[in-house]
């Protein structure tokens, strides 16, 4: 029983109640539903919606210290992305690739900034300002590379460094667009309340267990 037990334990019990989460909701086309809303209100904004998801999970590195809780949430990006018009690689640069460069640029992550300077017997978390600056180059310098792919993606799909994987999906690109575009018009009146309820569920739990995890850990 060392002194990072009670991480491990979090993070471990975090993943297995996530993932069995995503499993249920996905079993209830709920994931689907909610998929479907984003491509929607999104299809003529869709750069905008991945500047905002990656900013999310730059934030999530780098100021809450969060790494390896996010990645059950890869398997909602990566569908968003081929929704989108685009493959898997945009899809895990959205999520992962942000993640991974917002925790190497921290400002205030507890484990990389917060025990660097109580060792160095630095004020907690001072030059915060300097590292925002130097937060906001690296997303900005992220987010231009993964806007680059993207664009070349969506112009010329076979130019993909992905697309030998991507063509083993049971659905093409374009034909998970069309399926989700239509997703969301075609719930059952009596089912959209409930769609609703779960889609807010699904939610709630996991901003609920990302504050657990940040407090406890």
Known sequence: ??????????????????????????????LKHILAVFVRRFRTRKYLLMA????FFAVCGGVLGIYEEAVPLVVFIVPLAHALGWDTLVGLGMSLLALAFGF??????????GVA?????????????????????TFAVVFLFVYRYARRVEADPS????????AGLSE??????????????????????????????????????????????
Request: charged content about 15%; aromatic content about 10%.
């Open 117 to 137: 300077q109580q060792i160095a017997g630095l004020p907690l978390f001072s030059g915060a300002g300097l590292r925002s600056v130097f937060f906001l180059v």
């Open 1 to 30: 029983w060392g002194g990072d037990s009670l991480t491990v334990i979090t993070i471990i019990l975090f993943l297995v109640f996530i993932g069995g989460a995503f499993a249920v909701v996905e079993k209830g086309e709920v």
């Open 52 to 55: 905002g998801v990656m900013f």
């Open 159 to 166: 130019r993909s460094l992905c697309r030998a994987e991507d």
């Open 172 to 217: 093409s690109r374009a034909e998970a667009a069309a399926t989700l575009a239509g997703a969301a018009r075609v719930v059952e009146p009596s089912r959209a309340p409930r769609m609703k309820m779960a889609s807010a569920w699904l939610g709630g739990w996991i901003l609920f267990t990302l504050v657990f995890i940040v407090v406890v850990v």
């Open 104 to 113: 190497a640029a921290s400002i205030t992550n507890p484990f990389t900034v």
